[in-house]
Protein backbone atom coordinates (compact mmCIF):
# COMPACT_ATOMS: atom_id res chain seq x y z
CA UNK A 1 0.00 0.00 0.00
CA UNK A 2 1.54 3.59 -1.07
CA UNK A 3 1.55 6.01 1.09
CA UNK A 4 -0.75 9.25 0.95
CA UNK A 5 0.31 11.81 -0.94
CA UNK A 6 -1.03 14.57 1.36
CA UNK A 7 2.17 13.84 4.01
CA UNK A 8 4.48 14.63 1.75
CA UNK A 9 6.29 17.85 1.48
CA UNK A 10 7.75 19.03 -2.00
CA UNK A 11 11.58 20.08 -2.06
CA UNK A 12 12.56 21.54 -5.85
CA UNK A 13 9.60 20.40 -7.04
CA UNK A 14 6.28 22.78 -8.26
CA UNK A 15 3.23 22.25 -6.04
CA UNK A 16 1.63 21.52 -9.66
CA UNK A 17 3.40 18.44 -9.85
CA UNK A 18 3.54 16.46 -6.71
CA UNK A 19 1.61 13.46 -7.17
CA UNK A 20 -1.90 12.75 -5.88
CA UNK A 21 -1.27 8.55 -5.88
CA UNK A 22 2.27 7.52 -4.62
CA UNK A 23 2.50 4.13 -6.19
CA UNK A 24 3.34 4.96 -9.72
CA UNK A 25 4.73 8.74 -10.50
CA UNK A 26 7.32 10.75 -12.34
CA UNK A 27 10.02 13.03 -11.02
CA UNK A 28 11.91 15.32 -13.58
CA UNK A 29 15.13 16.42 -12.72
CA UNK A 30 16.39 19.25 -14.83
CA UNK A 31 20.80 19.38 -15.12
CA UNK A 32 22.98 20.79 -12.52
CA UNK A 33 20.45 19.26 -9.87
CA UNK A 34 21.91 17.53 -7.26
CA UNK A 35 22.21 16.08 -3.43
CA UNK A 36 25.36 16.50 -2.21
CA UNK A 37 28.01 17.86 0.58
CA UNK A 38 31.13 18.98 0.49
CA UNK A 39 33.27 19.83 4.48
CA UNK A 40 32.38 22.08 5.96
CA UNK A 41 28.59 21.34 5.92
CA UNK A 42 28.65 22.73 2.16
CA UNK A 43 25.25 21.62 1.08
CA UNK A 44 23.87 21.44 -2.49
CA UNK A 45 20.16 20.53 -2.36
CA UNK A 46 18.56 21.44 -5.69
CA UNK A 47 17.58 17.34 -6.79
CA UNK A 48 13.32 17.43 -6.45
CA UNK A 49 12.45 15.22 -3.47
CA UNK A 50 9.77 14.16 -2.24
CA UNK A 51 9.77 13.25 1.46
CA UNK A 52 7.36 12.40 4.35
CA UNK A 53 7.51 12.60 8.55
CA UNK A 54 6.69 9.46 10.05
CA UNK A 55 3.85 8.59 12.48
CA UNK A 56 5.23 6.05 13.78
CA UNK A 57 9.28 4.96 14.36
CA UNK A 58 11.11 4.16 10.93
CA UNK A 59 11.29 0.47 10.14
CA UNK A 60 11.98 0.44 5.91
CA UNK A 61 11.11 2.00 2.89
CA UNK A 62 11.83 0.80 -0.52
CA UNK A 63 11.08 1.47 -4.41
CA UNK A 64 11.52 0.71 -7.39
CA UNK A 65 13.38 3.40 -10.04
CA UNK A 66 13.72 3.13 -13.89
CA UNK A 67 14.76 6.26 -16.75
CA UNK A 68 16.28 6.84 -19.88
CA UNK A 69 19.55 7.14 -18.29
CA UNK A 70 21.90 9.24 -20.09
CA UNK A 71 24.24 11.23 -18.56
CA UNK A 72 26.87 10.84 -16.35
CA UNK A 73 25.63 11.05 -13.00
CA UNK A 74 22.19 10.62 -13.77
CA UNK A 75 20.33 8.94 -10.37
CA UNK A 76 17.32 8.14 -8.67
CA UNK A 77 16.28 6.80 -5.61
CA UNK A 78 15.43 6.49 -2.17
CA UNK A 79 16.87 8.99 0.85
CA UNK A 80 16.41 9.22 4.04
CA UNK A 81 17.10 12.15 7.09
CA UNK A 82 17.71 12.23 10.09
CA UNK A 83 17.21 16.14 10.63
CA UNK A 84 15.75 18.59 9.13
CA UNK A 85 16.08 18.15 5.08
CA UNK A 86 18.91 20.14 2.87
CA UNK A 87 17.10 23.17 2.02
CA UNK A 88 15.18 23.53 4.66
CA UNK A 89 17.69 24.06 7.30
CA UNK A 90 17.60 28.12 6.99
CA UNK A 91 14.21 28.29 6.50
CA UNK A 92 13.45 26.95 9.94
CA UNK A 93 16.44 28.81 11.34
CA UNK A 94 14.33 31.98 10.14
CA UNK A 95 11.56 30.93 11.52
CA UNK A 96 13.09 30.20 15.09
CA UNK A 97 14.08 33.60 14.65
CA UNK A 98 10.97 35.27 13.90
CA UNK A 99 9.42 33.25 16.76
CA UNK A 100 11.52 34.25 19.55
CA UNK A 101 11.92 38.26 18.66
CA UNK A 102 7.94 38.19 18.57
CA UNK A 103 7.56 36.37 21.93
CA UNK A 104 10.44 38.09 23.72
CA UNK A 105 9.57 41.95 22.42
CA UNK A 106 6.41 43.28 23.97
CA UNK A 107 4.24 45.13 21.56
CA UNK A 108 4.43 48.77 21.54
CA UNK A 109 1.80 51.34 19.96
CA UNK A 110 3.19 52.89 16.37
CA UNK A 111 3.70 56.43 16.90
CA UNK A 112 2.35 59.00 14.52
CA UNK A 113 3.27 59.29 11.04
CA UNK A 114 4.38 62.74 11.78
CA UNK A 115 6.81 61.94 14.53
CA UNK A 116 10.42 60.52 14.14
CA UNK A 117 10.70 57.17 15.45
CA UNK A 118 10.80 56.93 19.22
CA UNK A 119 14.34 55.22 20.20
CA UNK A 120 13.93 53.03 23.65
CA UNK A 121 16.78 51.96 25.22
CA UNK A 122 14.92 48.85 27.57
CA UNK A 123 14.11 46.76 24.85
CA UNK A 124 15.28 43.44 25.27
CA UNK A 125 18.00 42.24 23.01
CA UNK A 126 17.23 40.36 19.89
CA UNK A 127 16.99 36.22 20.55
CA UNK A 128 19.98 34.39 19.82
CA UNK A 129 19.71 31.40 17.45
CA UNK A 130 21.74 28.56 17.68
CA UNK A 131 22.53 27.62 13.61
CA UNK A 132 20.43 24.26 12.90
CA UNK A 133 23.01 21.09 13.16
CA UNK A 134 23.04 19.95 9.86
CA UNK A 135 21.11 16.41 9.23
CA UNK A 136 22.79 12.98 8.13
CA UNK A 137 20.60 11.48 5.36
CA UNK A 138 21.67 8.76 2.96
CA UNK A 139 20.34 7.82 -0.42
CA UNK A 140 20.41 4.74 -2.47
CA UNK A 141 19.53 4.19 -5.86
CA UNK A 142 20.59 3.70 -9.49
CA UNK A 143 22.92 6.04 -10.93
CA UNK A 144 24.65 6.11 -14.35
CA UNK A 145 28.22 6.05 -14.75
CA UNK A 146 31.00 5.21 -16.96
CA UNK A 147 28.22 4.38 -19.65
CA UNK A 148 26.70 1.42 -17.22
CA UNK A 149 24.11 1.54 -14.58
CA UNK A 150 25.01 1.07 -10.90
CA UNK A 151 23.64 0.39 -7.80
CA UNK A 152 24.80 3.85 -5.78
CA UNK A 153 24.67 5.02 -2.23
CA UNK A 154 25.57 8.46 -0.25
CA UNK A 155 25.57 8.92 3.49
CA UNK A 156 26.47 11.96 4.92
CA UNK A 157 27.32 13.75 8.07
CA UNK A 158 28.06 17.00 9.60
CA UNK A 159 31.46 16.77 8.45
CA UNK A 160 30.54 15.94 4.18
CA UNK A 161 29.57 13.22 2.26
CA UNK A 162 31.09 9.56 0.77
CA UNK A 163 29.89 7.73 -2.45
CA UNK A 164 30.04 4.69 -3.33
CA UNK A 165 29.31 2.63 -6.84
CA UNK A 166 28.32 -0.90 -7.02
CA UNK A 167 28.45 -2.96 -10.25
CA UNK A 168 25.09 -4.86 -11.21
CA UNK A 169 25.72 -8.77 -11.76
CA UNK A 170 26.14 -9.37 -15.69
CA UNK A 171 22.42 -10.52 -16.51
CA UNK A 172 21.00 -7.44 -14.80
CA UNK A 173 23.62 -4.95 -16.68
CA UNK A 174 21.11 -3.84 -19.41
CA UNK A 175 18.10 -3.36 -17.69
CA UNK A 176 17.07 0.56 -16.95
CA UNK A 177 15.21 -0.19 -13.45
CA UNK A 178 16.07 -1.75 -9.51
CA UNK A 179 14.36 -1.85 -6.59
CA UNK A 180 16.38 -0.50 -3.43
CA UNK A 181 15.44 -0.53 0.06
CA UNK A 182 16.55 0.72 3.10
CA UNK A 183 15.97 -0.52 6.42
CA UNK A 184 16.48 0.10 10.23
CA UNK A 185 18.60 -2.96 12.49
CA UNK A 186 18.43 -1.00 16.03
CA UNK A 187 20.77 2.02 15.61
CA UNK A 188 21.88 0.80 11.84
CA UNK A 189 20.39 1.88 8.49
CA UNK A 190 21.32 -1.07 6.00
CA UNK A 191 21.43 -0.42 2.73
CA UNK A 192 20.00 -3.04 -0.19
CA UNK A 193 18.85 -3.59 -3.66
CA UNK A 194 17.44 -6.50 -5.33
CA UNK A 195 18.87 -8.82 -8.23
CA UNK A 196 16.21 -10.82 -9.94
CA UNK A 197 17.91 -13.97 -9.49
CA UNK A 198 19.68 -14.48 -6.29
CA UNK A 199 16.93 -11.55 -4.42
CA UNK A 200 18.30 -8.66 -1.84
CA UNK A 201 21.74 -7.64 -1.82
CA UNK A 202 23.44 -5.85 1.08
CA UNK A 203 25.28 -2.77 -0.12
CA UNK A 204 26.57 -1.29 2.83
CA UNK A 205 25.73 -0.90 6.58
CA UNK A 206 25.39 2.59 8.21
CA UNK A 207 25.72 1.89 12.44
CA UNK A 208 25.44 5.33 13.38
CA UNK A 209 22.48 6.36 11.48
CA UNK A 210 19.63 6.31 14.23
CA UNK A 211 22.05 7.34 16.93
CA UNK A 212 21.05 9.63 19.56
CA UNK A 213 17.82 10.22 16.37
CA UNK A 214 14.55 11.02 18.06
CA UNK A 215 12.08 9.23 15.95
CA UNK A 216 9.80 12.49 14.67
CA UNK A 217 13.18 13.68 13.28
CA UNK A 218 13.23 11.08 10.78
CA UNK A 219 12.27 11.85 7.61
CA UNK A 220 12.11 9.72 4.26
CA UNK A 221 11.14 9.86 0.71
CA UNK A 222 12.50 9.75 -3.04
CA UNK A 223 14.85 11.91 -5.06
CA UNK A 224 16.16 12.47 -8.76
CA UNK A 225 19.29 14.30 -9.84
CA UNK A 226 21.17 15.36 -12.54
CA UNK A 227 24.24 16.84 -11.73
CA UNK A 228 26.03 17.01 -15.01
CA UNK A 229 25.40 19.94 -17.43
CA UNK A 230 27.78 19.69 -20.15
CA UNK A 231 26.41 22.64 -22.60
CA UNK A 232 25.27 22.47 -25.90
CA UNK A 233 27.51 20.71 -29.00
CA UNK A 234 28.81 23.31 -31.74
CA UNK A 235 26.15 21.83 -34.26
CA UNK A 236 23.06 22.55 -31.74
CA UNK A 237 24.21 26.01 -30.78
CA UNK A 238 24.14 26.88 -34.12
CA UNK A 239 20.95 24.94 -35.52
CA UNK A 240 19.33 25.08 -32.50
CA UNK A 241 18.76 21.64 -32.65
CA UNK A 242 17.36 19.39 -29.01
CA UNK A 243 20.23 18.39 -27.06
CA UNK A 244 20.13 16.06 -24.33
CA UNK A 245 22.44 18.42 -22.11
CA UNK A 246 19.20 20.35 -21.81
CA UNK A 247 16.27 17.89 -21.03
CA UNK A 248 15.44 16.84 -17.86
CA UNK A 249 15.99 13.76 -16.63
CA UNK A 250 12.71 12.19 -16.10
CA UNK A 251 13.04 9.17 -13.50
CA UNK A 252 9.67 6.65 -13.06
CA UNK A 253 9.07 5.81 -9.52
CA UNK A 254 6.75 2.29 -8.70
CA UNK A 255 5.78 0.51 -5.77
CA UNK A 256 7.09 2.74 -3.10
CA UNK A 257 6.19 1.34 0.35
CA UNK A 258 7.18 3.03 3.48
CA UNK A 259 6.87 1.60 6.80
Known sequence: MPPDSSSFTALNVPAHQVPEWMGSFTLA???????????????????????????SPFIAAEVTVNADWELEWDQGGLVIFAGMPPGRI??????IAAANAASTTPAAPAPPATAPPAVRHDDPPPAYVTPAPASKWVKVGLEFCNNACHATSVCA?????????????????????????????????????????????????????????????????????????FGATHYERRHGGPSVTQRNLCVDFEGLEIF
Open 90 to 95: QTAAAA
Open 29 to 55: APPNTDLWRKPPSRDTSTAPILYTALR
Open 157 to 229: TSDGADWALTSLPPHHARRLDLRVKIERIGYALWVWYEDEVSGWKKLREVTWFFWGVEDKAVRVGVYASRPAN
